[in-house]
């Protein structure tokens, strides 16, 4: 499995910005889809994720009613429309396919499905 994250870039704080993430096999075929990001001196964050299933989505509680995360099953990509950017918004965004674990596809591991290169996002203040 291959994905590419791209789309990001410097924002100012209360500014947009949507990422993108395409796929290497129809993104129907895995159980989920999921972005995450990586900042320096922080922990992994899961920040989104949808089940492909039916369709369901979580956000992280510090995007909630910011974030947006949809997907276009032609295209085989995947995106977060990001609002309301802050600073604490910076980081390395990276998108990935889960397999089903945990009770929601936003606890699980990236590690136990796939990731590819990420993008960067820069919010200034």
């Known amino acids: 499995v291959q994905l590419q994250a791209s789309g990001g870039g410097l924002v100012q704080a209360g500014g947009s910005l949507t990422l993108s993430c395409v796929t290497s096999?129809?993104?129907?075929?895995?159980?989920?889809i999921s972005w995450f990001r990586q900042a320096p001196g922080k922990e992994r964050e899961g920040v989104s994720c949808?089940?492909?299933?039916?369709?369901?989505?979580y956000y992280a509680d510090s995007v909630k009613n910011r974030f947006n995360i949809s997907r276009d099953k032609g295209k085989n990509t995947l995106y977060l429309q990001m609002n309301a950017l802050r600073p604490e918004d910076t980081a390395i965004y990276f998108c990935?396919?889960?397999?089903?674990?945990?009770?929601?596809?936003?606890?699980?591991?990236?590690?136990?499905?796939?990731w590819g290169q990420g993008t960067q996002v820069t919010v200034s203040s």
């Open positions: 990935a396919t889960l397999p089903p674990w945990g009770d929601t596809c936003l606890e699980t591991d990236p590690d136990l499905g796939s």
């Open positions: 949808m089940v492909n299933s039916d369709g369901t989505t």
């Open positions: 096999r129809p993104i129907l075929d895995y159980y989920a």
